[in-house]
């Protein structure tokens, strides 16, 4: 079984797993060890979580009124140039 | 990104921009503007700066239309726009944010600590060494109350804040703005390799955040 990850490697290489960059061997690596460590599948799913979470955070929809003015009276003003 | 490659209405736009056209120029402005003041308020921080690098980037697209050949998605070329003139005022401004690649790659590789305390694992002396000492504690289900999700959302937001530049642009823009990691690597002109390890630093630690927050444990 040395072959295989331990935990300690399986929380270092979530982030890759996740973006399918992992080589194919360590990719089912990774797979492998998830079937038989409640550990990390809980870890895994903590990371995913995480993600989810993270793209709740609120993000501005729209300019600002004034910063969105300037912008348009720039153009007109390029539009003479 | 959330936009799809260059569409035909996206082509019609140019075609009409190229003509001098306001609407436009108003239509762009309104799909693209708030994503790249964002993008600018990731590298400066000051909202009065971030204001000013939007503007010169409008400007800046507008000169550059005729060369904008619409290989790349119009958004990651605005966006492209937005993170080198960002880039330049933060240099203009002596702040300590990756400018560069090189700095970037910096502080991936400096970075070498294990994403978590090396006591959760056993030792190189334990009966399975590498493996979990007891194993991370259950999340509670999750929670469906509006003020839980929203203290969540600010303890997230703040340790983001408190992140290290490169980790916080990097988390900020894959999974705050959700775009994939090529757009990512392609405004930022990083490897792929050290975005991910800056992704990964980042989301390690938002997670641990989490953790303490959620099960009452230190990270």
Redesign the interface.
Known sequence: MSNEF????M??V???YF?E?LPPDDHQRFERHLTYC???G??VD??R???K????????????PA??E???D???N??RT | MHAPEPSNSEAALLAALRR?D?NA??AL??GY??VM??VALTFVRSNEVA?EV??EA??GA??GLDRFEGRSALRTWLLRIVANIARTHAVREARAVPFSALELEHEAGTERA???P?D??QGPDAPH????VS??T??PAEPDSAVV?AE??DL??DT?ARLPDGQRIV?TLR????WN?ADVCSVLDVS?TYQ?VL??RA??K??AA??DYLTGESP
Not at chain 2, 175 to 178: F, K, M, P
């Open positions: 331990s935990c300690q490697q929380t270092e979530v982030t890759d973006d960059a409640a550990g990390c809980r870890y903590q990371m979580e995480t993600i979470q993270t793209g709740t955070v609120a993000r501005d929809e729209s300019l600002p910063l969105r300037r912008i348009v720039q153009f007109r390029w539009r | 001098g306001e120029f108003i402005v309104d503007g708030a003041h964002r204001d939007v503007q409008w400007l507008l000169r294990p994403a978590l090396i959760r694992f060494p590498g493996r979990w194993f991370p259950p999340w999700s969540t959302r997230i937001a983001i988390i999974d705050v703005e959700g990691s792929e991910r992704l990964h989301r390690t938002v997670r989490l953790e």
